[in-house]
């Protein structure tokens, strides 16, 4: 690795467990970043911890729900006090929301799900700008979702909340540039290994016919999550900010072909109309 956080302080919330999150902590440990780990897991977050420190670099967990802005704040407020300074916040895990037609939502599980994907995503900020004014400058880095582009029968939740997410980057971008915050948010398509679970949720019975969809064929690797957050978090994206970034195996890119159109070097066809093109 190459120390290119060597010196900084970050959070990351749900960076404890499974898959994107702790990649993250453990790519910007790596890179020579000072990580507390605030996760609602205290199992996996106490051994990431562990592991981390015991191969040198400087970690620490915090029992933390997202959804609860005092947690959140203890989290910071334990950077601050543990490591002096707070210069990334990572904005990650997300509580559960329901997934259903839109007319099956009642007024409450709307609020709790919008709550759940925006809100820990707006209390990671609320809690992040008054320490990153300190001394003025840092980077805030929000997970959103390729699904905030567009809509997916049954996900409206996630899709509209996700969506705000990316303007919620803006906004932090906007108004406090001028003291050298940056904030981008991440739009990752499916990310294994929890994509599984994901995609059965989906229209695509099995994983391989969802990759089948994506036009690099294949599921993306946390580790691949992991390098996009390491980038916004150094110095190298220093005039990166208000953006969302997709890291999608090119999910965007080929969307519009989801009715399934055949790979370069097959014969050209249309399943729908089922004849052959030239
Ligand atoms: N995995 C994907 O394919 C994918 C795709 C697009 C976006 N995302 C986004 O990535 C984020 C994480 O999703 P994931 O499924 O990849 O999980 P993940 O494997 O990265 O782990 C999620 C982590 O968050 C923790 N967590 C859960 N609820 C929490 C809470 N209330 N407070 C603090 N920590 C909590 C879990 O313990 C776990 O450590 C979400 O914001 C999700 O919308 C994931």
Redesign the pocket.
Known sequence: MTQRLAGKVAVV??????????AVSVRLAREGAKVVI????AE?GEALAARLVGDGHEAVFLP????DYAAVAAAVDLAVHQFGRLDVYHA????PYKRDYLSNISAAEWDDGVQ??LG?AFYGVRAALPAMLENPGGSIIL?????SFGSQRGTGI?SVA?SAVNTLAMCVANEYGIYNIRCNAI?????GP??AM?VTRTAYPTLEEWTAQQPLNRL?E?REVADLVCFLASDESSAITGTTIPVDAGFGAGKADFHGRPQFGQPWTTRRAGHQGK
């Open positions: 919330t749900g960076g404890a467990a499974r898959g994107i999150g702790s605030a996760d609602v897991d996996q933390t729900d997202a959804t990650h895990g997300i509580a759940a994907v820990t997970t959103s979702s390729a699904a996630y996700k739009a990752p398509g499916i990310t929890g994509a994901s993306i946390a």
